[in-house]
């Protein structure tokens, strides 16, 4: 059997506002900050001498590669992210930045938010727009009943509100 694998489906390119200056404060924490401290290190330890045994001065290289890398992704994704802060004109319908409270068959409530991929968290109750449950809902209004499916199974889950930040 091969290794080998389809890459990914490329997300969405839509971001929230404060997705967007999000990702732009990282950028620029990155860039101004935190690179020159560990340019800084990197050369402190490479004076150190035999570089091939300096543990520090490869924990430094391979920091600087991982913020570069970052970096690079960075930029590009912010280039090709577009930026939706334009409020719908139905706001009973789910579009892309509403806030969107359902409920399953055993009535307990959960409140999502519908966001770019770059944005995406769980735990903030943030999902990505790619997501199946953002698929299902988005275009729909409050009341429709909407089945989802996920990895465990077919859910039903209610429309209970949906609104949008002023």
């Known amino acids: ?35 020159p401290e560990v340019v800084k290190a990197l050369a402190a330890a490479a004076a150190e001498g035999d570089r091939s045994e300096n543990a520090e001065y490869q924990y430094r290289k391979k920091e600087l590669r991982e913020i570069d890398a970052r970096l690079k992704y960075l930029t590009t994704r912010l280039q090709e992210v577009t930026i939706v802060d334009v409020r719908p004109r139905d ?3 789910v579009y892309f930045g509403a806030w969107v409270e359902i409920a399953d068959a055993s009535g307990q409530t959960r409140r999502y938010r519908i966001v770019g991929a770059d944005e995406a ?10 997501s199946p449950v953002a698929r299902a809902l988005l275009g729909r209004s409050e009341g429709e009943l909407v089945r989802v499916v996920l990895p465990g199974g077919v859910q039903e889950l209610e429309i209970v509100a949906v609104y949008y930040d002023v």
């Open 1 to 35: 059997m091969s290794r080998w694998r389809p890459p990914p489906e490329k997300s969405s390119p839509y971001i929230t506002a404060q997705g967007h200056a999000r990702l732009k404060a990282e950028f620029e924490y990155l860039w101004r900050e935190r690179r």
């Open 121 to 130: 968290d769980a735990q903030s109750g943030l999902i990505s727009v790619d």
């Open 91 to 93: 706001d009973g319908k």
